[in-house]
């Protein structure tokens, strides 16, 4: 019996290298598209050491050009696509709009029509990754399937293109397209510019006695963390229902930077004083007395969302669903991978 073939586009990003992992796993024949480089990435050298890399057939791709996505998926023939390609930075959205629309919604539209002109819209199965921040600022705690969005972002808006368009050709051409809307999951290979991998990493060079204070934005922003090895299996889980369908995958729980920030410094043994509000707001190590965090404006979205926690009861019920990584675990493992790779033990 032939094993089942899987693409997974983004394959050297954290959710990437997670999902890689899951279907090898499960007997897969896992392809990967990633785009060429003169530079290292980080993602393709985590993927060289977990092993992956031998156990994957790698290809070259971009999401914004439509040749290629055709070349690929016309190579890998998968019975399942999983589009985790993104630029997925909500600061850089603003900076770069056009790029973030070029890879996030076209570069999605590209794979769908690659799916429809290969004559694959019976044979395959397609994944898209949605995201919360599709809510915005929402009129509704905790957000779920049927929430209106309002997305305020490049990033999302890009994100929204994307779902709607997934949906569209499932209507259109009754294509298996699912969309996954996944609320903030993390783990200890997250991309260096992102605010939680900060905060851990902050945490494991303060244990190092690198005392530079952490500048972050908005701490009272409340995010639905979970941990991306539980959020990849819902991924899987959605392409092998009968029917496609849209889902949100969340903890249902809230907690703000600001308590991540004290989670993290926990794991290192250092207890977070809070002293003053707003942009002179500052973190102090109460053992040592020095600044730990502090507040840069710079670092403030020019649209920011205050509150973000989801409803998972649709996968539950249907996928069988639900996150198994506590908060607490998720962050001490980022922290102890990041003190690791301090120690070279681990990069």
Not at 87 to 94: L, M, N
């Amino acid at each position: 019996m032939n094993s089942r073939v899987a693409l997974i586009t983004g394959i050297t990003g954290q959710d990437g290298g997670f999902l890689a992992q899951l279907l090898l796993d499960k007997g897969y024949e896992v392809h990967g598209m990633r785009r060429r480089s003169s530079s290292a990435e980080d993602g393709h050298d985590r993927l060289g050491e977990s092993g992956l890399m031998q156990r994957v057939h790698l290809h070259y791709g971009d999401m914004t050009d439509p040749a290629s996505i055709i070349r690929v998926v016309r190579d890998a023939r998968p019975d399942e696509i999983y589009n985790l390609a993104a630029q997925s930075h909500v600061k850089v959205s603003f900076e770069n709009p056009a790029y973030t629309a070029q890879v996030n919604a076209l570069g999605c539209l590209h794979l769908l029509e690659a799916i429809r002109l290969l004559d694959m819209v019976k044979s395959a199965r397609f994944y898209q990754a949605s995201t919360s921040e599709l809510y915005g600022d929402a009129d509704e705690m905790p957000q779920r399937e049927t929430t209106v969005f309002r997305p305020r972002s490049p990033y999302a808006i890009s994100k929204h293109f994307a779902l709607l368009t997934t949906i569209n050709y499932r209507e259109a051409y009754d294509l298996h397209a699912s969309n996954g809307i996944l609320f903030n999951h993390e783990g200890k290979t997250r991309g260096e510019s992102f605010v939680t991998r900060k905060i851990t990493r902050a945490a494991a060079a303060w244990s190092a006695g690198n005392r530079k204070p952490l500048a972050l934005g908005n701490l009272n922003a409340r995010r639905d963390w979970g941990d991306a090895r539980d959020y990849v299996r819902g991924m899987w889980l959605m392409l092998q229902q009968a029917a496609p369908d849209d889902y949100v995958l969340a903890t249902g729980e809230s907690r703000t930077v600001r308590q991540f920030v004290e989670a993290a410094f926990a794991t290192i043994g250092v207890q977070i004083d809070w002293r003053g509000e707003g942009a002179g707001e500052i973190g102090v190590d109460t053992r040592s007395g020095d600044a730990a965090v502090v507040v840069d404006p710079q670092f403030f979205r020019p649209a920011e969302i205050s509150h973000l926690v989801g409803d998972a009861t649709r996968a539950r019920q249907k996928l069988g669903w639900r996150p198994e990584v506590s908060f607490e675990r998720m962050v001490r493992e980022m922290v102890e991978a990041d003190v690791a790779r301090l120690r070279g033990h681990a990069r």
